[in-house]
């Protein structure tokens, strides 16, 4: 499966941004999908996650209650709203998908396939 991201940007804090992670492929609703960044000088982190059927989310504690995470298995897409960005916010966002199932979804390493990255700044 390919991955493409889009909908990064530069935003004040406080502000909202809307990631769009397109699939290619007609086997997408079979990889659960992630969000990952990286901010320059660190490691790439776990941001968000969601089920093959997209029942299930899961987000790490920097983010939760600020992001949400969605998809639409019929359009090959998926979302990372973003909400009352801060300036620690600030990274290269990457999609990706894993064909293991919906388990361990916040490890790097079940992740088979991944965007180009999207970068995000948030100015203070």
């Known amino acids: 499966v390919q991955l493409q991201a889009s909908g990064g940007g530069l935003v004040q804090a406080g502000g909202s941004l809307r990631l769009s992670c397109a699939a290619s492929?007609?086997?997408?609703?079979?990889?659960?999908m992630g969000w990952f960044r990286q901010a320059p000088g660190k490691e790439r982190e776990f941001a968000a996650a969601?089920?093959?059927?997209?029942?299930?989310?899961d987000y790490a504690d920097s983010v939760k209650g600020r992001f949400t995470i969605s998809r639409d298995n019929a359009k090959n897409m998926v979302i990372l709203q973003m909400n009352s960005l801060k300036p620690e916010d600030t990274a290269v966002y990457y999609c990706?998908?894993?064909?293991?199932?919906?388990?361990?979804?916040?490890?790097?390493?079940?992740?088979?396939?991944w965007g180009q990255g999207t970068q995000v700044t948030v100015s203070s």
């Open positions: 990706a998908a894993s064909p293991a199932g919906d388990h361990y979804t916040t490890r790097a390493v079940v992740y088979d396939y």
């Open positions: 492929g007609r086997t997408f609703s079979r990889y659960a």
């Open positions: 969601i089920s093959r059927s997209g029942g299930s989310t």
